[in-house]
Protein backbone atom coordinates (compact mmCIF):
# COMPACT_ATOMS: atom_id res chain seq x y z
CA UNK A 1 0.00 0.00 0.00
CA UNK A 2 1.52 3.57 -1.09
CA UNK A 3 2.35 5.35 1.97
CA UNK A 4 0.24 8.37 2.47
CA UNK A 5 1.48 11.84 2.59
CA UNK A 6 1.54 13.78 5.56
CA UNK A 7 1.99 17.23 5.90
CA UNK A 8 3.83 20.00 8.26
CA UNK A 9 1.25 22.17 8.56
CA UNK A 10 -2.58 21.82 8.30
CA UNK A 11 -3.70 24.92 10.66
CA UNK A 12 -5.48 27.69 8.36
CA UNK A 13 -4.38 30.30 10.29
CA UNK A 14 -0.48 29.60 10.51
CA UNK A 15 -0.70 28.75 6.80
CA UNK A 16 -2.12 32.34 6.40
CA UNK A 17 0.40 33.98 8.47
CA UNK A 18 2.70 32.50 6.33
CA UNK A 19 1.40 33.81 2.94
CA UNK A 20 1.33 37.41 4.74
CA UNK A 21 4.88 37.05 5.54
CA UNK A 22 5.47 35.37 2.61
CA UNK A 23 3.62 38.73 0.48
CA UNK A 24 5.94 41.34 3.10
CA UNK A 25 8.99 40.34 2.15
CA UNK A 26 8.51 39.73 -1.60
CA UNK A 27 7.06 43.97 -1.37
CA UNK A 28 9.69 45.25 1.36
CA UNK A 29 12.60 43.43 -1.34
CA UNK A 30 10.98 44.92 -4.41
CA UNK A 31 11.11 48.18 -3.08
CA UNK A 32 14.10 47.96 -1.99
CA UNK A 33 17.16 50.30 -2.67
CA UNK A 34 19.66 46.96 -1.94
CA UNK A 35 21.02 47.01 -5.66
CA UNK A 36 20.75 43.30 -5.54
CA UNK A 37 17.21 43.39 -5.30
CA UNK A 38 17.35 45.53 -7.54
CA UNK A 39 18.86 43.71 -10.44
CA UNK A 40 17.09 40.48 -9.14
CA UNK A 41 13.88 42.12 -9.75
CA UNK A 42 14.83 43.85 -12.97
CA UNK A 43 14.50 40.40 -14.39
CA UNK A 44 12.10 38.34 -12.57
CA UNK A 45 8.27 39.90 -11.70
CA UNK A 46 7.44 40.29 -8.23
CA UNK A 47 4.14 38.97 -9.46
CA UNK A 48 5.89 35.71 -10.36
CA UNK A 49 7.47 35.33 -6.94
CA UNK A 50 3.96 35.64 -5.17
CA UNK A 51 2.65 32.76 -6.92
CA UNK A 52 5.86 30.75 -7.11
CA UNK A 53 7.25 30.89 -3.26
CA UNK A 54 4.03 29.94 -1.76
CA UNK A 55 3.67 26.88 -4.71
CA UNK A 56 6.84 25.35 -3.03
CA UNK A 57 4.97 25.08 0.42
CA UNK A 58 2.49 22.14 -1.28
CA UNK A 59 5.33 20.98 -3.59
CA UNK A 60 7.70 20.02 -0.70
CA UNK A 61 4.78 18.83 1.59
CA UNK A 62 4.68 21.81 3.92
CA UNK A 63 1.19 22.73 3.28
CA UNK A 64 -1.47 20.14 1.96
CA UNK A 65 -3.96 22.02 -0.53
CA UNK A 66 -4.15 19.70 -4.12
CA UNK A 67 -5.63 16.65 -2.83
CA UNK A 68 -9.35 15.45 -3.01
CA UNK A 69 -11.86 14.00 0.01
CA UNK A 70 -11.09 10.44 -1.34
CA UNK A 71 -7.15 10.92 -1.16
CA UNK A 72 -8.43 11.30 2.07
CA UNK A 73 -10.56 8.80 3.23
CA UNK A 74 -8.94 6.23 1.27
CA UNK A 75 -5.59 6.65 2.98
CA UNK A 76 -3.14 8.28 0.25
CA UNK A 77 -3.06 11.68 2.08
CA UNK A 78 -2.57 12.29 5.83
CA UNK A 79 -4.31 16.22 6.16
CA UNK A 80 -4.68 15.63 9.59
CA UNK A 81 -7.36 14.31 11.77
CA UNK A 82 -9.41 18.10 11.18
CA UNK A 83 -9.93 17.77 7.65
CA UNK A 84 -10.23 14.22 8.14
CA UNK A 85 -13.39 14.88 9.92
CA UNK A 86 -14.54 17.57 7.62
CA UNK A 87 -14.36 15.24 4.67
CA UNK A 88 -16.60 12.35 6.40
CA UNK A 89 -19.08 15.11 7.46
CA UNK A 90 -19.37 16.54 3.79
CA UNK A 91 -22.84 16.10 1.99
CA UNK A 92 -22.35 17.17 -1.64
CA UNK A 93 -19.59 17.38 -3.73
CA UNK A 94 -18.95 20.89 -2.95
CA UNK A 95 -18.91 20.43 1.11
CA UNK A 96 -16.44 17.81 -0.07
CA UNK A 97 -14.38 19.95 -2.47
CA UNK A 98 -14.56 23.04 0.23
CA UNK A 99 -13.39 20.34 3.35
CA UNK A 100 -10.35 18.70 1.20
CA UNK A 101 -8.92 22.92 0.10
CA UNK A 102 -6.22 21.51 3.21
CA UNK A 103 -5.89 25.15 4.71
CA UNK A 104 -9.14 26.51 2.78
CA UNK A 105 -7.57 29.89 2.11
CA UNK A 106 -8.47 29.49 -1.44
CA UNK A 107 -11.84 29.63 -0.71
CA UNK A 108 -12.37 32.31 1.34
CA UNK A 109 -9.93 34.41 -1.33
CA UNK A 110 -12.05 33.55 -4.06
CA UNK A 111 -15.76 33.64 -2.59
CA UNK A 112 -14.83 36.72 -0.30
CA UNK A 113 -12.04 38.77 -1.14
CA UNK A 114 -12.20 38.30 -5.07
CA UNK A 115 -15.52 39.52 -5.42
CA UNK A 116 -14.67 42.52 -3.05
CA UNK A 117 -11.54 43.26 -4.94
CA UNK A 118 -13.58 43.52 -8.24
CA UNK A 119 -15.91 46.09 -6.70
CA UNK A 120 -13.21 48.28 -5.17
CA UNK A 121 -11.10 47.95 -8.42
CA UNK A 122 -13.96 49.01 -10.77
CA UNK A 123 -14.89 51.69 -8.15
CA UNK A 124 -12.78 54.34 -9.44
CA UNK A 125 -13.64 54.25 -12.99
CA UNK A 126 -14.29 57.90 -14.32
CA UNK A 127 -16.04 57.33 -17.67
CA UNK A 128 -15.75 61.25 -18.24
CA UNK A 129 -11.89 61.31 -18.02
CA UNK A 130 -11.86 57.90 -19.82
CA UNK A 131 -14.16 59.89 -22.60
CA UNK A 132 -12.00 63.04 -22.25
CA UNK A 133 -8.75 60.85 -23.05
CA UNK A 134 -9.87 60.86 -26.91
CA UNK A 135 -11.01 58.24 -29.39
CA UNK A 136 -7.36 57.09 -30.34
CA UNK A 137 -6.91 56.21 -26.84
CA UNK A 138 -10.24 54.08 -26.67
CA UNK A 139 -10.31 52.97 -29.60
CA UNK A 140 -6.78 51.18 -29.28
CA UNK A 141 -7.50 49.98 -26.10
CA UNK A 142 -10.57 48.27 -27.13
CA UNK A 143 -8.85 47.39 -29.93
CA UNK A 144 -5.94 45.39 -27.42
CA UNK A 145 -8.85 44.00 -26.15
CA UNK A 146 -10.51 42.19 -29.16
CA UNK A 147 -6.69 41.16 -29.85
CA UNK A 148 -6.63 39.28 -27.37
CA UNK A 149 -10.01 37.63 -27.14
CA UNK A 150 -9.76 36.71 -31.03
CA UNK A 151 -5.94 35.78 -30.27
CA UNK A 152 -6.49 32.96 -28.33
CA UNK A 153 -8.77 30.89 -30.44
CA UNK A 154 -6.37 31.82 -33.03
CA UNK A 155 -3.58 30.46 -31.48
CA UNK A 156 -5.17 27.60 -30.38
CA UNK A 157 -6.58 26.64 -34.41
CA UNK A 158 -3.08 27.32 -35.75
CA UNK A 159 -1.31 25.26 -32.61
CA UNK A 160 -4.09 22.39 -33.45
CA UNK A 161 -2.45 22.32 -37.03
CA UNK A 162 1.41 22.20 -36.11
CA UNK A 163 0.77 19.75 -32.61
CA UNK A 164 -2.40 19.28 -32.17
CA UNK A 165 -1.40 17.24 -29.04
CA UNK A 166 -0.65 20.27 -27.25
CA UNK A 167 -3.86 21.81 -27.24
CA UNK A 168 -5.61 18.55 -26.45
CA UNK A 169 -8.18 17.95 -23.71
CA UNK A 170 -8.88 20.50 -21.45
CA UNK A 171 -5.90 23.21 -22.38
CA UNK A 172 -8.44 25.69 -24.04
CA UNK A 173 -10.17 26.32 -20.21
CA UNK A 174 -6.53 26.99 -19.13
CA UNK A 175 -6.23 29.31 -22.00
CA UNK A 176 -9.40 31.45 -20.42
CA UNK A 177 -7.20 32.12 -17.17
CA UNK A 178 -4.53 34.06 -19.55
CA UNK A 179 -7.67 35.56 -21.54
CA UNK A 180 -8.65 36.96 -18.09
CA UNK A 181 -5.49 38.41 -16.67
CA UNK A 182 -4.62 40.43 -20.21
CA UNK A 183 -7.32 41.51 -20.33
CA UNK A 184 -8.11 42.62 -16.72
CA UNK A 185 -6.21 41.35 -14.06
CA UNK A 186 -4.93 38.71 -11.50
CA UNK A 187 -9.04 38.99 -10.25
CA UNK A 188 -10.68 38.30 -13.62
CA UNK A 189 -7.49 35.42 -14.44
CA UNK A 190 -8.76 34.08 -11.15
CA UNK A 191 -12.88 33.99 -11.87
CA UNK A 192 -11.92 32.57 -14.90
CA UNK A 193 -10.04 29.31 -13.21
CA UNK A 194 -13.08 29.00 -11.27
CA UNK A 195 -15.96 29.89 -13.64
CA UNK A 196 -14.14 27.12 -16.63
CA UNK A 197 -13.14 24.62 -13.95
CA UNK A 198 -9.33 24.58 -14.59
CA UNK A 199 -7.29 21.85 -12.52
CA UNK A 200 -4.26 23.18 -10.70
CA UNK A 201 -1.79 21.21 -12.80
CA UNK A 202 -2.70 23.17 -15.89
CA UNK A 203 -3.14 26.73 -14.10
CA UNK A 204 0.12 26.04 -12.75
CA UNK A 205 1.56 25.68 -16.47
CA UNK A 206 -0.56 28.74 -17.73
CA UNK A 207 0.60 31.19 -14.92
CA UNK A 208 3.98 30.64 -16.53
CA UNK A 209 2.63 31.49 -19.61
CA UNK A 210 1.16 34.07 -19.10
CA UNK A 211 3.71 36.16 -16.23
CA UNK A 212 6.52 34.90 -19.21
CA UNK A 213 4.99 35.82 -22.23
CA UNK A 214 3.28 39.40 -20.67
CA UNK A 215 6.61 40.35 -19.50
CA UNK A 216 7.95 39.99 -23.11
CA UNK A 217 5.99 42.27 -24.40
CA UNK A 218 6.01 44.82 -21.65
CA UNK A 219 10.15 44.85 -22.12
CA UNK A 220 8.94 45.58 -25.91
CA UNK A 221 7.15 48.64 -25.29
CA UNK A 222 9.43 50.13 -22.72
CA UNK A 223 12.12 49.97 -25.56
CA UNK A 224 9.50 51.66 -27.93
CA UNK A 225 8.95 54.03 -25.28
CA UNK A 226 12.41 55.64 -25.06
CA UNK A 227 12.27 55.86 -29.08
CA UNK A 228 8.14 57.44 -28.40
CA UNK A 229 9.79 61.01 -30.66
CA UNK A 230 11.13 59.11 -33.06
CA UNK A 231 8.50 56.87 -33.69
CA UNK A 232 5.35 59.20 -33.65
CA UNK A 233 7.59 61.52 -35.70
CA UNK A 234 7.73 58.93 -38.85
CA UNK A 235 4.29 57.98 -38.30
CA UNK A 236 2.65 61.57 -38.58
CA UNK A 237 0.70 61.28 -34.99
CA UNK A 238 -0.45 63.93 -33.35
CA UNK A 239 0.90 64.47 -29.56
CA UNK A 240 -0.66 67.89 -28.61
CA UNK A 241 -3.53 65.58 -26.90
CA UNK A 242 -0.58 64.42 -24.68
CA UNK A 243 0.64 67.19 -23.09
CA UNK A 244 -2.66 68.91 -22.54
CA UNK A 245 -3.19 65.58 -21.00
CA UNK A 246 0.00 65.61 -18.72
CA UNK A 247 -1.45 68.93 -16.96
CA UNK A 248 -5.09 67.90 -16.47
CA UNK A 249 -3.76 64.47 -14.70
CA UNK A 250 -0.99 66.65 -12.29
CA UNK A 251 -4.14 68.88 -11.64
CA UNK A 252 -6.09 66.27 -10.88
CA UNK A 253 -3.91 64.31 -8.59
CA UNK A 254 -3.30 67.51 -6.36
CA UNK A 255 -6.79 68.31 -6.11
CA UNK A 256 -7.64 64.70 -4.99
CA UNK A 257 -5.67 62.95 -3.16
CA UNK A 258 -5.52 62.30 0.41
CA UNK A 259 -4.12 60.40 3.45
CA UNK A 260 -7.22 57.83 4.12
CA UNK A 261 -7.88 57.74 7.64
CA UNK A 262 -9.96 54.75 9.67
CA UNK A 263 -13.22 55.79 8.61
CA UNK A 264 -12.34 55.98 5.22
CA UNK A 265 -11.45 52.48 5.27
CA UNK A 266 -13.86 50.89 7.30
CA UNK A 267 -16.59 52.36 4.54
CA UNK A 268 -14.47 51.34 1.79
CA UNK A 269 -14.72 47.71 3.53
CA UNK A 270 -18.16 48.03 4.00
CA UNK A 271 -18.57 49.04 0.70
CA UNK A 272 -16.82 46.21 -0.77
CA UNK A 273 -18.10 42.86 1.12
CA UNK A 274 -21.34 44.62 1.75
CA UNK A 275 -21.65 44.34 -2.39
CA UNK A 276 -20.24 41.14 -2.10
CA UNK A 277 -23.24 40.13 0.29
CA UNK A 278 -25.54 41.03 -2.84
CA UNK A 279 -23.40 39.17 -5.28
CA UNK A 280 -23.66 35.85 -3.28
CA UNK A 281 -27.65 36.44 -2.73
CA UNK A 282 -27.69 36.85 -6.83
CA UNK A 283 -26.06 33.96 -7.73
CA UNK A 284 -27.61 31.45 -4.55
CA UNK A 285 -31.00 32.27 -6.38
CA UNK A 286 -30.14 32.89 -10.02
CA UNK A 287 -27.89 30.03 -10.52
CA UNK A 288 -30.09 27.35 -9.13
CA UNK A 289 -33.24 28.75 -10.81
CA UNK A 290 -31.55 28.72 -14.60
CA UNK A 291 -30.27 25.18 -13.73
CA UNK A 292 -33.56 23.55 -12.88
CA UNK A 293 -35.32 25.66 -16.24
CA UNK A 294 -32.53 25.62 -18.82
CA UNK A 295 -30.21 22.76 -17.47
CA UNK A 296 -28.73 23.45 -21.33
CA UNK A 297 -27.61 26.82 -19.79
CA UNK A 298 -24.96 24.93 -18.02
CA UNK A 299 -22.22 25.15 -21.03
CA UNK A 300 -22.06 28.99 -21.24
CA UNK A 301 -20.91 28.97 -17.49
CA UNK A 302 -24.77 29.79 -16.17
CA UNK A 303 -25.80 27.49 -13.99
CA UNK A 304 -22.22 28.51 -12.28
CA UNK A 305 -22.85 30.66 -9.13
CA UNK A 306 -18.74 31.56 -9.19
CA UNK A 307 -20.18 33.36 -12.54
CA UNK A 308 -22.75 35.29 -11.08
CA UNK A 309 -20.65 36.03 -8.30
CA UNK A 310 -18.03 37.66 -9.75
CA UNK A 311 -20.75 39.41 -12.61
CA UNK A 312 -22.64 40.62 -10.05
CA UNK A 313 -19.70 42.25 -7.94
CA UNK A 314 -18.06 43.63 -11.49
CA UNK A 315 -21.93 45.19 -12.41
CA UNK A 316 -22.49 46.90 -9.12
CA UNK A 317 -18.80 48.45 -8.62
CA UNK A 318 -19.79 49.74 -12.30
CA UNK A 319 -23.05 51.31 -10.83
CA UNK A 320 -20.92 52.79 -8.06
CA UNK A 321 -18.56 54.56 -9.86
CA UNK A 322 -21.18 57.00 -11.26
CA UNK A 323 -22.35 57.81 -7.76
CA UNK A 324 -20.28 59.71 -4.90
CA UNK A 325 -18.83 56.91 -3.47
CA UNK A 326 -16.14 56.51 -6.16
CA UNK A 327 -14.48 59.61 -3.69
CA UNK A 328 -12.87 56.52 -1.95
CA UNK A 329 -10.75 55.70 -4.77
CA UNK A 330 -8.54 58.95 -3.33
CA UNK A 331 -8.85 57.66 -0.01
CA UNK A 332 -7.06 54.20 -1.27
CA UNK A 333 -10.18 51.95 -2.38
CA UNK A 334 -8.06 50.22 -5.15
CA UNK A 335 -5.26 49.73 -2.97
CA UNK A 336 -7.29 47.81 -0.78
CA UNK A 337 -8.66 45.56 -3.43
CA UNK A 338 -5.08 45.08 -4.70
CA UNK A 339 -4.16 43.77 -1.23
CA UNK A 340 -7.11 41.17 -1.39
CA UNK A 341 -6.35 40.33 -5.11
CA UNK A 342 -2.36 39.44 -3.67
CA UNK A 343 -3.59 37.73 -0.85
CA UNK A 344 -5.78 35.30 -4.08
CA UNK A 345 -2.66 35.58 -5.60
CA UNK A 346 -0.65 33.42 -2.86
CA UNK A 347 -3.70 31.38 -1.66
CA UNK A 348 -3.78 30.30 -5.63
CA UNK A 349 0.06 29.59 -5.29
CA UNK A 350 -0.59 27.13 -3.52
CA UNK A 351 -2.52 24.99 -6.25
CA UNK A 352 0.16 24.90 -8.03
CA UNK A 353 2.62 22.12 -8.72
CA UNK A 354 5.87 23.92 -10.43
CA UNK A 355 6.89 20.66 -12.17
CA UNK A 356 4.13 21.55 -14.58
CA UNK A 357 6.01 24.66 -16.26
CA UNK A 358 8.57 22.27 -17.56
CA UNK A 359 6.53 19.45 -18.62
CA UNK A 360 4.39 22.03 -21.25
CA UNK A 361 6.61 23.91 -22.61
CA UNK A 362 4.98 24.24 -25.97
CA UNK A 363 2.27 26.27 -24.70
CA UNK A 364 4.75 29.38 -24.68
CA UNK A 365 4.33 29.17 -28.17
CA UNK A 366 0.57 28.94 -27.86
CA UNK A 367 1.07 32.05 -25.59
CA UNK A 368 3.59 34.25 -28.20
CA UNK A 369 1.40 33.16 -30.94
CA UNK A 370 -1.87 34.47 -29.14
CA UNK A 371 0.49 37.99 -28.27
CA UNK A 372 1.61 38.51 -31.66
CA UNK A 373 -1.84 38.38 -32.96
CA UNK A 374 -2.70 40.71 -30.10
CA UNK A 375 0.46 43.12 -30.71
CA UNK A 376 0.17 42.81 -34.56
CA UNK A 377 -3.59 44.32 -34.72
CA UNK A 378 -2.38 46.94 -32.11
CA UNK A 379 0.34 48.11 -34.36
CA UNK A 380 -1.81 48.25 -37.18
CA UNK A 381 -4.66 49.87 -36.05
CA UNK A 382 -2.24 52.91 -34.51
CA UNK A 383 -1.00 53.28 -37.73
CA UNK A 384 -4.31 53.34 -40.07
CA UNK A 385 -5.43 56.03 -37.05
CA UNK A 386 -2.34 57.59 -36.62
CA UNK A 387 -2.33 57.41 -32.75
CA UNK A 388 0.70 58.43 -30.36
CA UNK A 389 2.80 55.34 -29.50
CA UNK A 390 1.96 56.32 -26.05
CA UNK A 391 -1.76 55.47 -26.59
CA UNK A 392 -0.45 52.45 -28.51
CA UNK A 393 1.67 51.19 -25.67
CA UNK A 394 -0.72 52.06 -22.54
CA UNK A 395 -4.04 51.03 -23.83
CA UNK A 396 -2.05 47.50 -24.98
CA UNK A 397 -0.35 47.19 -20.97
CA UNK A 398 -3.79 48.62 -19.56
CA UNK A 399 -5.23 44.82 -21.22
CA UNK A 400 -1.92 42.94 -20.92
CA UNK A 401 -0.40 44.24 -17.64
CA UNK A 402 -3.49 45.37 -15.88
CA UNK A 403 -3.05 48.04 -13.13
CA UNK A 404 0.36 46.88 -11.85
CA UNK A 405 2.20 47.59 -15.34
CA UNK A 406 0.38 49.68 -16.97
CA UNK A 407 1.46 52.55 -14.97
CA UNK A 408 4.87 51.90 -15.41
CA UNK A 409 4.82 52.14 -19.14
CA UNK A 410 2.76 54.92 -18.89
CA UNK A 411 5.26 56.83 -16.79
CA UNK A 412 8.08 55.56 -19.24
CA UNK A 413 6.68 57.99 -21.49
CA UNK A 414 6.40 60.90 -18.39
CA UNK A 415 5.79 60.70 -14.66
CA UNK A 416 2.79 62.94 -14.82
CA UNK A 417 1.00 60.12 -17.14
CA UNK A 418 1.49 57.02 -15.04
CA UNK A 419 -2.35 57.08 -13.31
CA UNK A 420 -3.78 57.19 -17.09
CA UNK A 421 -2.33 53.50 -17.04
CA UNK A 422 -4.02 53.16 -13.83
CA UNK A 423 -7.10 54.90 -15.54
CA UNK A 424 -7.24 52.51 -18.33
CA UNK A 425 -6.11 49.49 -16.87
CA UNK A 426 -9.00 49.72 -14.40
CA UNK A 427 -11.58 50.04 -17.56
CA UNK A 428 -9.61 46.42 -18.17
CA UNK A 429 -10.83 44.91 -14.62
CA UNK A 430 -14.56 46.05 -15.46
CA UNK A 431 -14.24 44.39 -19.56
CA UNK A 432 -11.96 41.61 -18.04
CA UNK A 433 -14.90 38.94 -16.44
CA UNK A 434 -17.41 39.83 -19.64
CA UNK A 435 -14.88 39.54 -22.47
CA UNK A 436 -12.32 36.66 -21.05
CA UNK A 437 -15.91 34.74 -20.84
CA UNK A 438 -17.04 35.56 -24.17
CA UNK A 439 -13.31 34.20 -25.45
CA UNK A 440 -13.37 31.15 -23.42
CA UNK A 441 -16.40 30.75 -25.07
CA UNK A 442 -15.14 30.90 -28.36
CA UNK A 443 -12.34 28.87 -27.21
CA UNK A 444 -14.45 25.97 -26.17
CA UNK A 445 -15.93 26.49 -29.90
CA UNK A 446 -12.02 26.31 -31.60
CA UNK A 447 -11.38 23.43 -29.33
CA UNK A 448 -14.16 21.40 -30.69
CA UNK A 449 -15.67 20.90 -27.12
Not at 35 to 40: G, I, Q, W
Request: charged share 10%; proline share 4%; glycine share 8%.
Amino acid sequence: MQQPVTYLITNSAVVFGILAVILGLIFYTHKSDNVYCRRFYKFVPALLLCYFIPSLLHTFHIVPYDYSCTDILSGAVDAGKGVLEQCQLAKSPEDAKIAASGSQLYYVASRFLLPTSLVLLTLSIDFKKIKALGPKAIILFLTGTLGIVIGGPIALLIMSLINPDIVAGDVWRGMTTVAGSWIGGGANQAAMKEVYDVSGELFSSMIAVDVIIANIWMAVLLLMAGRAKQIDTASGADTSAIEDLKATVERFQKKHARIPDLTDLMLILAIGFGATAVGHLVADNVAPFIAENWPAASKYSLTSKFFWLVVTATSIGLVLSTTKLKQFEAAGASRVGSVFIYVLVASIGLHMDISAIVERPWLFLVGGIWMLVHASLMLIVAKAIKAPLFYMAVGSQANVGGAASAPVVASAFHPSLAPVGVLLAVLGYALGTYAAWFCGQILMVAAGA
